[in-house]
């Protein structure tokens, strides 16, 4: 069974940064794509990063396109989202999550393990 556990959310000032981390247990050659989503709360659940996991190619949405990067440490089953240039309109619940179906679109249906998030916080 997998398992993802998200740290490194907290709160800083606009134009700031932040590394969230995720770490997955239980990942196999299967599990293809890892993925970053925020969610503010009243809103719905927002693609950020996706990372497929063969060849390490990146997708970003157009908000953070730029700002943010994705990353995956093969070794040590983490993926990160590093934030720069953080605003407040970043500000949500991040969530890692993780998709054996597909790596094509920004679509949560596609994910099949979720983590329980991590609040990013971003002040004016």
């Known amino acids: 069974q997998v398992q993802l556990v998200e740290s490194g959310g907290g709160s800083v000032q606009a134009g700031g940064s932040l590394r969230l981390s995720c770490v997955a247990s239980?990942?196999?050659?299967?599990?293809?794509?890892m993925g970053w989503f925020r969610q503010d709360p009243g809103k719905e659940r927002e693609g950020v990063a996706r990372?497929?996991?063969?060849?390490?190619?990146?997708y970003y949405a157009d908000s953070v396109k730029g700002r943010f990067t994705i990353s995956h440490d093969y070794a040590k089953n983490t993926v990160y989202l590093v934030m720069n240039s953080l605003k407040p309109e970043d500000t949500a619940m991040y969530y890692c999550?993780?998709?054996?179906?597909?790596?094509?679109?920004?679509?949560?249906?596609?994910?099949?393990?979720w983590g329980q998030g991590t609040q990013v916080t971003v002040s004016s």
């Open positions: 239980g990942l196999t050659y299967r599990d293809i794509c």
């Open positions: 999550a993780a998709s054996s179906f597909s790596c094509g679109n920004w679509s949560a249906t596609l994910y099949n393990y």
């Open positions: 990372i497929y996991r063969p060849s390490a190619v990146t």
